[in-house]
């Protein structure tokens, strides 16, 4: 399979811890750190594309990061009164970072790979057909409910399995590393099975806490 467009291969990159970022999702941000801004308005001067990772800790200097993220571009964009941007970033294919590039910049740059992840540019529509989605869905009220989450269920329902998913994972208050086993999951088998197990996990976690207290 052929990339459909030639994404640049050096990228620059944001690091923000729980922030895990899907092909075919959105993601709303709030910039006002120096360097990042700078970095939202060179890439306005381009194709708008940056990529988005989870830092590994933050004690790190310069701070480590996983090596799976997404490559987005942005949508959207405002400015506000008092000097923030706010931005809507739009997954388009995850990526393999390769290593970082020592450049004179306020921000971090990288080089990438997307070759195992063509996939995120085919949109596949009849997804595990024989699949019961209600008892996921089911589980997944369940747990929402449990940690008290406001979510529009039946706009859940209107999701093919691979935006369930995607979506569960970004609102969902799971560990970074959950997060992380669930962007570097290729297949949407692979990533049913792993949400079920994450979303089983966080259940049996918070009851328990119910029940201790």
């Known amino acids: 399979m052929k990339i459909k467009k030639n994404y640049p291969n050096k990228i620059a990159i944001f690091p923000l811890s729980s922030a895990v970022f899907f092909p075919r999702t959105i993601l709303p941000l709030n910039i006002?750190?120096?360097?990042?801004?700078?970095?939202?308005?060179?890439?306005?001067?381009?194709?708008?594309?940056?990529g988005m990772v989870q830092p590994k800790n933050r004690r790190d200097a310069p701070t480590e990061?996983?090596?799976?993220?997404?490559?987005?571009?942005?949508?959207?964009?405002?400015?506000?009164?008092?000097?923030?941007?706010?931005i809507s970033l739009s997954g388009i294919i995850r990526f393999r970072i390769k290593n970082e590039l020592d450049e004179d910049n306020l921000y971090r740059k990288f080089n990438v790979?997307?070759?195992?992840?063509?996939?995120?540019?085919?949109?596949?529509?009849?997804?595990?057909?024989?699949?019961?989605?209600?008892?996921?869905?089911?589980?997944?009220?369940?747990?929402?409910?449990?940690?008290?989450?406001?979510?529009?269920?039946?706009?859940?329902?209107?999701?093919?399995?691979?935006?369930?998913?995607?979506?569960?994972?970004?609102?969902?208050?799971?560990?970074?590393?959950?997060?992380?086993?669930?962007?570097?999951?290729?297949?949407?088998?692979?990533?049913?099975?792993?949400?079920d197990e994450i979303i089983e996990f966080n259940l049996f976690k918070n009851q328990e806490t119910e029940t201790i207290q």
Do not use: W
């Open 65 to 86: 990061v996983y090596q799976i993220g997404c490559l987005g571009k942005i949508i959207s964009f405002n400015e506000t009164v008092d000097k923030r941007f706010v």
């Open 32 to 50: 006002f750190e120096d360097r990042y801004m700078r970095m939202i308005a060179d890439c306005m001067k381009g194709e708008r594309l940056f």
């Open 113 to 195: 790979d997307y070759s195992e992840f063509l996939n995120d540019l085919v949109e596949e529509k009849n997804q595990m057909p024989s699949f019961d989605r209600n008892s996921l869905l089911k589980k997944i009220k369940n747990y929402f409910q449990i940690i008290q989450y406001p979510i529009d269920h039946n706009e859940l329902k209107k999701l093919n399995l691979e935006q369930l998913v995607s979506t569960v994972c970004m609102i969902s208050p799971f560990s970074v590393a959950e997060k992380q086993k669930l962007i570097e999951t290729i297949k949407i088998e692979d990533k049913v099975k792993v949400i």
